[in-house]
């Protein structure tokens, strides 16, 4: 098991009152705290080695593409990727998911052809599909979803066909917390022909990921979720698939020769990183991955489990709670009080030192399904302790107080 008390003092901003009360952070859906580690290599690169890369013939250049590179090994190794020349850096997820909706989609797909997209997914795994099935015709298909928030597999069978080119599914998702087998979902699609993407923005933080297990075609996630700096996201992808598709962005960095009748790609994975790319967030994700390579994913994940238990345990026992989703869920609880709107139980626990999410986290047909305009989301990572869950509690109960209902 991990101790987090003592992971904490890794994350110095953790370290500081809100509103007279120490700070409860408990957002980290959203993005994470970051580690003393990542926090030093980001300085240290500026300090003594920043440089653009694959470009400079001196010994800072140097340096800095070296480690830039460093960070795509660790980023393969993390995810199992069979290869760095399948490693894409992006901004962010979202990023790294419309690279896959223009690069591969928008030119392939057709009238007549489908893409089947789980309606519990976040924005950013949804309308990517909904702008290119608009632009090629082709039409989105949807999964369905058991009463507790699990994606119905036992009719797959009858949603994916030979006419469906495309599954997007989470991995984990951002709201109800569900895991979803990916693996099952790739075997159908692999008999129907479907390439498969996976979001994986709420997993890879908190579980150990291996996409050749998962077996899916491509895999997004963002570095800003597991403790790295914003801005710098990771695409994987079959390398057969990244071979056959063309660039996303033009510009420097991304081609081997330029004329002005026309140019030829770099091999990859540089055809799809035009431009000067984020180094510093780069090389910070490296740090990150270091971070969490050293607790052990697994370790990451049994403890979420049991803390995201342990809180739905104790947020069951307060009256007029509503919990969303299924029981084996990620590290987080999304839940609504009765009567408090959800902004205003996230203002009042504030006033409390307690940060939370509220609102309808960028997955609004969620928000539909559940029937319910926004919700709360309390979210775990390896610093979150039960300590944290009995202030937000507290917390709860104030709230619930506050607004005039006895706790
Ligand atoms: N996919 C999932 C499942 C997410 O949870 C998020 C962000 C994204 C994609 C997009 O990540 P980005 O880094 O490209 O923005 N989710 C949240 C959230 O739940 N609250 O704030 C951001």
Redesign the pocket.
Same mark, same amino acid.
């Given at each position: 098991m991990i101790d987090a008390r003592a992971l904490r003092k890794d994350f110095p901003v953790l370290d500081q009152r809100v509103n007279g009360r120490p700070l409860v952070y408990l957002?980290s859906? /959203? *993005?994470a705290q970051k580690p003393r580690p990542v926090i030093d290599a980001v300085r240290r690169f500026f300090e003594e080695d920043n440089a653009n890369v694959h470009r400079a013939i001196h010994a800072l250049g140097e340096r800095a593409t070296a480690k830039y590179e460093e960070a795509r090994r660790k980023v393969a190794r993390f995810i199992n990727a069979p290869s760095e020349r399948t490693i894409i850096f992006t901004?962010? /997820? *979202?990023?790294?998911?419309n690279l896959v909706a223009y690069s591969w989609a928008r030119a392939r797909l057709k009238p007549g052809d489908e893409i089947l997209v789980s309606p519990i997914?976040?924005?950013?795994?949804l309308v990517p599909w909904q702008l290119a099935a608009r632009a090629t015709g082709a039409t989105l298909r949807f999964f369905d979803v058991t009463e507790d928030g699990q994606l119905r597999l036992d009719n797959l069978d009858s949603l994916i066909s030979e006419r469906t080119r495309l599954v997007a599914v989470?991995?984990?998702?951002?709201?109800l917390g569900t895991i979803v087998p990916v693996a099952s979902i790739v075997a159908a699609a692999r008999r129907a022909g479907a390439v498969v993407l996976v979001?994986?923005?709420?997993s890879v933080p908190h579980m150990p990921v291996d996409v050749q297990a998962l077996g899916c075609d491509f895999f997004?996630?963002?570095g800003?979720?597991m403790g790295a700096p914003?801005g710098i996201?990771v695409l994987y992808g079959r390398e057969e698939l990244l071979e056959a598709m063309d660039p996303f962005l033009g510009g420097g960095d991304m081609i081997s020769s330029v004329r002005l009748s026309g140019s030829e790609w770099a091999e990859l994975p540089y055809k799809f990183e035009a431009g000067t790319p984020p180094i510093a967030e780069a090389i910070g994700l490296g740090a990150a991955i270091d971070y969490l390579t050293a607790i052990g994913m697994d370790r990451v994940h049994a403890y979420e489990r049991r803390l995201t238990a342990y809180a739905r345990e104790r947020l069951e026992q307060l009256p007029g709670i509503t919990i969303y989703g299924p029981k084996e869920r990620g590290g987080l609880l999304t839940f609504n009080v009765d009567e408090i709107h959800p902004h205003d139980l996230a203002t009042v626990l504030d006033q409390h030192g307690i940060a939370i999410?509220a609102g309808h986290?960028?997955?609004q047909p969620v928000m539909e399904w559940l029937g319910v305009p926004a919700t709360a989301?309390a979210?775990f990572w390896v610093y979150n302790t039960e300590d944290d869950v009995e202030r937000l509690v507290e917390g709860l109960r104030a709230a619930k107080e506050f607004f005039g209902y006895v706790a």
């Open positions: 957002d859906a /959203a *993005t901004k962010n /997820a *979202t990023e790294s998911i997914e976040h924005h950013s795994n989470t991995h984990v998702s951002n709201v979001d994986g923005a709420q997004a996630f963002s800003h979720k914003t996201g999410r986290h960028c997955a989301r979210s």
